[in-house]
C-alpha cells in the first residue's frame, strides 16, 4: 500500500470555497489511487485554504501523472475555485505540483496534470496524450466562434457576457468595482446635468469648467489650461490616446495644396517648407478614413463628422507644432486650410475638429479593433487549440485574464445599436461599424509590431516621442522573455514546424479569426522559433503595452471637452474669417454629451483596484525551475525600465507615465 500526501489549494477570490462534496483520485502509469472524500467535517476548502490530506494505493501507481478532481452537489450548489494540487509522493520523492485555476461549477470532473510545460511530441504515454486530445474536444464544444459583425474579427460564441464559461468571467470583486463606478460616474453626470440646468447652458468656454468637479486628474487640468497652445496639440499627436496616427510627409499629398508662402511665418529665417520636408522634419494626420462615415443622429438633431488632413513641423525650439489644416479630403472654396496666422478663433475650431476626428479614430481603431478585438482572436484559438499543459497556452493564460467578458460587454453595452456610443459619439450607430470596417480591411500583421510600424511611419527619430522610447524598451523587454521561453521547449525550428498543436492554433487564428483579412500577412503556418516568438510578443505586447497606451489616458485627454470633443453638432466651417464663440459653443458637444464623456472616459481609463501588472503571474502556470529564472529575469528587466521612466520624468511638468510597467495591465480587463 502506497500513502501519498495531497495539498489541495483552495483559490483566494470571493466566493472561492464550497461546501458541497470534493473527491480526488491520483491516475499514475500503472493505475489508480482509491477514490478520496476531502473535507469530511465541512470545515476544509474554504477561501484561502491549503489542506492536506492522505490518499492510499493499494498498488504502485508508478509515476502520478494525472489529479482527478470531482464536484458533486450537497444540498445546494455551491461553485469551487481550485488553484492547485501538490501530490508528494511516497518514499521522499520530488513533490509534484499539479496547476489548475479553474473554477468548479455543478456536477463535475477534471482532469490536470502535473506543471511542467509539454509540447506534444513531449508525451510518450498513451494516457497523457489521450489527455490532451479529450481536453480540446471538450474546450472546442465549449468556446466557438461567432460573426459579431461581417468584416471585422470574428469573436467568442456569447451573446452577453452571462453566456460565458465561469473561468472567463469578471470575479465578484471585479463585477461589483465595475459597476458601482459605472454607477458612481452616472450619478456624478446626473448630479452636474441637475446642477447645469438651474443656470445657463453653455455660452462660452469656461463653462465647460462648471462639470469639472471630482472626476478630475492633474494631466486633465493641465489639459484644461494648456489646450489652445500649438505645442500641447504636438505633443498629443506624440503622447496622446492615439500616438501611432502621425507619419513622416516627404512628399505633400495632391489634395493637400499647401504652399511655401502659405506656412512661411511657421517656419525659422533661412529654411522653409521645400527644405523642411527634404530634411524629414515635416509631418502628416491624414484621417482620410472618415471620408463619407455616416455621421449619427442623437435626440433627432444631426451630427457631424469630417476627414482632416493636418500638417506639423518638428521645430528646433518648439517641438512638434501645427502648422495647416484642411477640414475635408477635397480641396476648394468651401473647404479652405486653416493656418496658424488665421484669426485665432478659426485656428483654434480647426484644430477642435482634428482632435474630434482623433476622438474617433482612438477609440474605435486604435483602442477597440487594434487591442480587444485582435487580440480575442489569439485568446479564443488559444482555448480550443491548445492543452494547458502546453508552453505557448501557459505563457498567454495570464494575459487573457477578463478580457472575453469586457470585450462581450463592450460589443452589448458600448458599440451596440442603443449602446453608450450611440447616444453621444458622432460615429455611433452605422457609422462606428464602418470605420472599424475600413481599418480591418487594410489591417497588417506588420503593423501590430511596434519596431517595424515605427519605421513604416518614419518617426523613429522624433525627439520627445516618449510613446515610442517607452514602448520600444518594452517590447524589447517582451520579446526577449518570449524567446527565451520558446527556446527552452522547442530546440529547433523543425520542433515548432512539427508541433501538430500549435500549427493548429495558428489554422484557427488566421482561417477563422481572421478569416475575411487575406491580406494580413501572418502566414498560417509557423516555420521556425523566431517566427512563434516574434508572434507571442506581439500578442503579449498588445493586451499589455498598447492597450495601456491608447486605453489608460483617455480621462486625462477627454475629460476637458473642448480638447477632444466626442461629437460635433455644425458642419466644419468654411469662411475662415466668419468663425465666432457662438459658432464654436454651437459646434462642441452639449452639456448631456459632454457630462457622459466625462463619466465614460473615467470609468473606462481609470485605474483597476484588482489590476496585476505586466510581469506579475499571481497564478503559477509554468512550475520548472528553468522557467521561473526566465520569469524573474524578465521581472528584474521590467524594474529597470520602471526605474529609467521615473527618472527621465522627475520634476517634468507634464510627466509620460502611461507605460510605467507598474501601470501597464497583465491584460486587457477594461
Known amino acids: 500500500m502506497e500513502v501519498y500526501i495531497v495539498?489541495?489549494?483552495?483559490?483566494t477570490k470571493a466566493y472561492a470555497g464550497t461546501n458541497n462534496y470534493i473527491y480526488v483520485t491520483l491516475v499514475g502509469e500503472n493505475g489508480?489511487?482509491?477514490r478520496t472524500l476531502l473535507d469530511k467535517h465541512g470545515l476544509d476548502l474554504c477561501r484561502g485554504a491549503e489542506d492536506r490530506y492522505k490518499v492510499v494505493s493499494r498498488t504502485p501507481l508508478g509515476s502520478?501523472?494525472?489529479?482527478?478532481?470531482?464536484?458533486?452537489?450537497?444540498?445546494?450548489?455551491d461553485n469551487w475555485f481550485c488553484r492547485f494540487v501538490t501530490v508528494e509522493p511516497p518514499n521522499g520523492e520530488q513533490l509534484l505540483t499539479f496547476p489548475c485555476y479553474r473554477w468548479f461549477v455543478g456536477d463535475v470532473m477534471v482532469e490536470i496534470r502535473e506543471g511542467a510545460a509539454k509540447i506534444q511530441s513531449d508525451d510518450s504515454s498513451a494516457l497523457l496524450r489521450a489527455h490532451r486530445r479529450k481536453e480540446l474536444e471538450d474546450r472546442q464544444k465549449i468556446y466557438r466562434w461567432m460573426t459579431w459583425a461581417p468584416s471585422i474579427p470574428r469573436c467568442i460564441d456569447a451573446q452577453t457576457e452571462s453566456d460565458l464559461p465561469q473561468d472567463e468571467r469578471f470575479d465578484n470583486e471585479k463585477r461589483s468595482d465595475f459597476e458601482y463606478a459605472l454607477q458612481f460616474a452616472l450619478l456624478e453626470l446626473s448630479l452636474k446635468k441637475l446642477a447645469i440646468s438651474f443656470g445657463k447652458t453653455w455660452d462660452d468656454l469656461e463653462d465647460f469648467k462648471r462639470i469639472f468637479w471630482k472626476l478630475r486628474s492633474p494631466i486633465s487640468e493641465y489639459c484644461m489650461a494648456h489646450w489652445k497652445e500649438d505645442c500641447f496639440f504636438g505633443y498629443q499627436c506624440l503622447n496622446g490616446s492615439n500616438p501611432r496616427m502621425i507619419r513622416m510627409c516627404k512628399t505633400l499629398?495632391?489634395?493637400?495644396?499647401?504652399?511655401?508662402?502659405?506656412?512661411q511665418s511657421s517656419f525659422p529665417a533661412r529654411t522653409n517648407l521645400d527644405k523642411e520636408l527634404k530634411a524629414g522634419n515635416i509631418f502628416l494626420l491624414d484621417y482620410v478614413i472618415m471620408d463619407g462615415i455616416p455621421s449619427n443622429?442623437?435626440?433627432?438633431?444631426?451630427?457631424?463628422?469630417?476627414a482632416p488632413l493636418c500638417l506639423l513641423y518638428q521645430h528646433p525650439d518648439h517641438g512638434l507644432m501645427p502648422i495647416a489644416i484642411q477640414l475635408g479630403q477635397i480641396p476648394g472654396l468651401d473647404t479652405p486650410i486653416f493656418l496658424p496666422k488665421d484669426p485665432s478663433l478659426a485656428w483654434l475650431l480647426a484644430k477642435m475638429w482634428v482632435r474630434h476626428s482623433e476622438f474617433q479614430v482612438f477609440q474605435v481603431l486604435s483602442h477597440l479593433l487594434r487591442t480587444h478585438l485582435v487580440v480575442e482572436v489569439f485568446f479564443v484559438a488559444t482555448l480550443r487549440q491548445l492543452p494547458a499543459v502546453h508552453p505557448v497556452y501557459k505563457l498567454l493564460a495570464p494575459h487573457?485574464?477578463?478580457?472575453?467578458?469586457?470585450?462581450?460587454r463592450g460589443r452589448n453595452q458600448l458599440i451596440s445599436a442603443d449602446g453608450i456610443f450611440k447616444r453621444v459619439v458622432s460615429t455611433g450607430g452605422d457609422g462606428l461599424l464602418i470605420l472599424a470596417q475600413r481599418e480591418y480591411k487594410d489591417l497588417t500583421y506588420r503593423s501590430l509590431q511596434p519596431c517595424l510600424d515605427f519605421t513604416d511611419r518614419g518617426v523613429s527619430q522624433l525627439p520627445n516621442y516618449f510613446y515610442r522610447e517607452h514602448g520600444l524598451m518594452?517590447?524589447?523587454?517582451?520579446?526577449?522573455?518570449?524567446?527565451?521561453?520558446?527556446?527552452?521547449?522547442?530546440?529547433?525550428?523543425?520542433?515548432v514546424h512539427q508541433d501538430a498543436e500549435l500549427q493548429a492554433w495558428i489554422r484557427d487564428v488566421t482561417q477563422e479569426g481572421f478569416a475575411e483579412l487575406p491580406n494580413f500577412g501572418l502566414p498560417s503556418e509557423l516555420r521556425s522559433k523566431g517566427e512563434l516568438s516574434t508572434l507571442l510578443a506581439v500578442i503579449i505586447f498588445i493586451s499589455t503595452v498598447q492597450h495601456a497606451a491608447s486605453n489608460n489616458g483617455q480621462f486625462d485627454w477627454c475629460a476637458w471637452v473642448p480638447n477632444t470633443p466626442c461629437t460635433m453638432r455644425q458642419p466644419p466651417p468654411t469662411d475662415k474669417d466668419a468663425v465666432t464663440i457662438e459658432e464654436i459653443m454651437a459646434t462642441l458637444p452639449d452639456v448631456s454629451q459632454s457630462?457622459?464623456?466625462?463619466?465614460?472616459?473615467?470609468?473606462l481609463g481609470r485605474a483597476q483596484p484588482d489590476a496585476i501588472h505586466l510581469g506579475h503571474y499571481t497564478e503559477e502556470h509554468f512550475t520548472e525551475g528553468r522557467a521561473k529564472e526566465l520569469i524573474g529575469t524578465f521581472t528584474k528587466d521590467l524594474k529597470e525600465i520602471e526605474d529609467y521612466i521615473l527618472s527621465q520624468n522627475e520634476g517634468r511638468e507634464l510627466p509620460y507615465l502611461f507605460l510605467l510597467p507598474s501601470r501597464v495591465e497583465n491584460s486587457i480587463t477594461i
Open 7 to 11: 495539498t489541495v489549494a483552495t483559490g
Open 32 to 34: 489508480e489511487s482509491e
Open 64 to 77: 502520478p501523472l494525472l489529479v482527478r478532481l470531482e464536484k458533486q452537489r450537497y444540498w445546494m450548489e
Open 253 to 263: 499629398p495632391v489634395n493637400f495644396p499647401v504652399t511655401a508662402s502659405m506656412v
Open 297 to 306: 443622429t442623437i435626440k433627432g438633431q444631426p451630427q457631424y463628422i469630417a
Open 400 to 408: 487573457q485574464r477578463y478580457t472575453l467578458e469586457i470585450n462581450c
Open 474 to 495: 518594452l517590447w524589447e523587454a517582451i520579446h526577449r522573455f518570449v524567446s527565451g521561453m520558446v527556446s527552452l521547449y522547442y530546440q529547433s525550428d523543425k520542433d
Open 595 to 603: 457630462c457622459v464623456q466625462m463619466a465614460i472616459t473615467w470609468h
